[in-house]
T-cell receptor
Framework: TQLLEQSPQFLSIQEGENLTVYCNSS?????LQWYRQEPGEGPVLLVT?????EVKKLKRLTFQFGDARKDSSLHITAAQPGDTGLYLC???????????FGGGTRLMVKP | DTGVSQDPRHKITKRGQNVTFRCDPI?????LYWYRQTLGQGPEFLTY????????KSRLLSDRFSAERPKGSFSTLEIQRTEQGDSAMYLC???????????FGPGTRLTVL
């Protein structure tokens, strides 16, 4: 059982549709990060959220950190084929700062 | 390119052989992390260094694995007597403590035949 559960695991949508990816845990995180990973490459940091209830926007992407800092969501508006990839949430619990990752959501946006 | 670099990008080896991977972090980043990612999963923490000191090791890091960061700059991860279950992507990340955000390298894809 992973500490961070992501849903859905797979998502295939048409260009222009909206989508939301969820990241849930029973643990409290000091911060939570979202990454996007292309096949054969390392994860690329999209955003870090730190404060409970925080909302950050990155163009068409909206990230929210739950009030209790146990969950987060990523919403993409008007998805484009370039958004295709593996989306990973990762949280920090302790001072060691190592990241605990979710299992990822594989998104495919069809033109 | 001033990002995190890893070498080699791909490694194919036979079961029982030893392999060594290298990670060069972003200059002046004092923390360096190693993760392992198997197909279809998120990365899992292996170990991390602050400067040259190895501060934490995951239970995933069996005694066949050893990591070093001798001068507090680049790091190496060695796997001895490789097994097929070691096949994975090995990722390195570095962070400047003051910024608290990890930046990942492109990874080394290991295939053990």
């Amino acid at each position: 059982t992973q500490l961070l559960e992501q849903s859905p695991q797979f998502l295939s949508i048409q260009e222009g549709e909206n989508l939301t990816v969820y990241c849930n845990s029973s643990s409290v995180f000091s911060s939570l990060q979202w990454y996007r990973q292309e096949p054969g490459e390392g994860p690329v940091l999209l955003v870090t959220v730190v404060t409970g209830g925080e909302v950050k926007k990155l163009k068409r992407l909206t990230f929210q950190f739950g009030d209790a800092r146990k969950d987060s969501s990523l919403h993409i508006t008007a998805a484009q084929p370039g958004d295709t990839g593996l989306y990973l949430c990762a949280g920090k619990i302790n001072a060691g700062n190592m990241l605990t990752f979710g299992g990822g959501t594989r998104l495919m946006v069809k033109p | 390119d001033t990002g995190v670099s890893q070498d080699p990008r791909h490694k194919i080896t036979k079961r029982g052989q030893n392999v060594t991977f290298r990670c060069d972090p972003i200059s002046e980043h004092n923390r360096l992390y190693w993760y392992r990612q198997t197909l279809g999963q998120g990365p899992e923490f292996l170990t991390y260094f602050q400067n040259e000191a190895q501060l934490e090791k995951s239970r995933l890091l069996s005694d066949r694995f050893s990591a070093e960061r001798p001068k507090g700059s680049f790091s190496t991860l060695e796997i001895q007597r490789t097994e097929q279950g070691d096949s994975a992507m090995y990722l390195c990340a570095s962070v400047a403590v003051s910024y608290n955000e990890q930046f990942f390298g492109p990874g080394t894809r290991l295939t053990v035949l």
